[in-house]
């Protein structure tokens, strides 16, 4: 069975501080996708990235970074900076071998940024 | 492009009614994947429609069933419905033959309050 634990249920930083996402998986794919999303209040999921199992290369796109570790079942998010609009809840999202789309989503994670 | 879009955007039944719900995906994805949204449940996949077939299906009642059209729209129904079937229903689409390497978009959901 896959699984995706996101334990911090509620997050609330000031603007500017720097925040990060945890993530947890649990899978016995060999070859799996992990995913975040972002939901704002108007509730569309957007995609931010994605990682295979094999590319363990971590990655900053601008004020965001990814932390993907296998020998932790990991796979955590940091925005640098934040700001007043990266409020929204955060989705981690597994997805495991075998040819279909489906996606395990983790709780979800609700971030403020207070002004 | 246009990104995927749902119709009816809010939707109101009574119990024992049935609901049909329409999605149209991104031009050119053959993959389109539905998933319920509730405060207790989170998001869970239903089932996912590739070419007009069913490929996965979630751990849903006989009532939740949909069906994908040759032009990769897609429609899902509840029958009977119950209290409990009140949720935020996404629909999301994707090129779906990748190998599971696809993003899948989401579109704004159908938000169904049954009474």
């Known amino acids: 069975a896959q699984k995706v634990t996101q334990a911090q249920t509620e997050i609330s930083v000031v603007e500017k501080e720097d925040v990060t996402l945890d993530c947890v998986y649990e899978?016995?794919?060999?070859?799996?996708?992990l995913f975040w999303y972002k939901q704002p209040p108007s509730g569309e999921l957007v995609f931010l990235i994605r990682?295979?199992?094999?590319?363990?290369q971590n990655e900053i796109s601008g004020r965001y970074s990814w932390n993907f570790q296998k020998s932790t079942s990991s796979f955590n998010f940091t925005i640098t900076a934040s700001q007043v609009v990266d409020s929204a809840v955060y989705f981690c999202a597994l997805r495991g071998q075998g040819g279909s789309e489906k996606l395990v989503f983790g709780k979800g994670t609700k971030l403020t940024v207070n002004p | 492009k246009a990104g995927v879009t749902q119709t009816p955007r809010y939707l109101i039944k009574t119990r024992g009614q049935q609901v049909t719900l329409s999605c149209s995906p991104i031009s050119g994805h053959r993959s389109v994947s539905w998933y319920q949204q509730t405060p207790g449940q989170g998001l869970q996949f239903l089932f996912e429609?590739?070419?007009?077939?069913?490929?996965n299906k979630g751990n849903f009642p006989g009532r939740f069933s949909g069906r994908q059209f040759s032009n990769s729209r897609s429609e899902m129904n509840v029958s009977t419905l119950e209290l409990g079937d009140s949720a935020l229903y996404l629909c999301a689409s994707s090129l779906g033959d990748r190998g599971g390497y696809n993003e899948q978009f989401f579109g704004p959901g159908t938000r169904l309050t049954v009474l």
């Open positions: 990682r295979n199992s094999f590319d363990e």
């Open positions: 899978t016995r794919d060999t070859t799996y996708y």
């Open positions: 429609y590739f070419s007009e077939t069913q490929r």
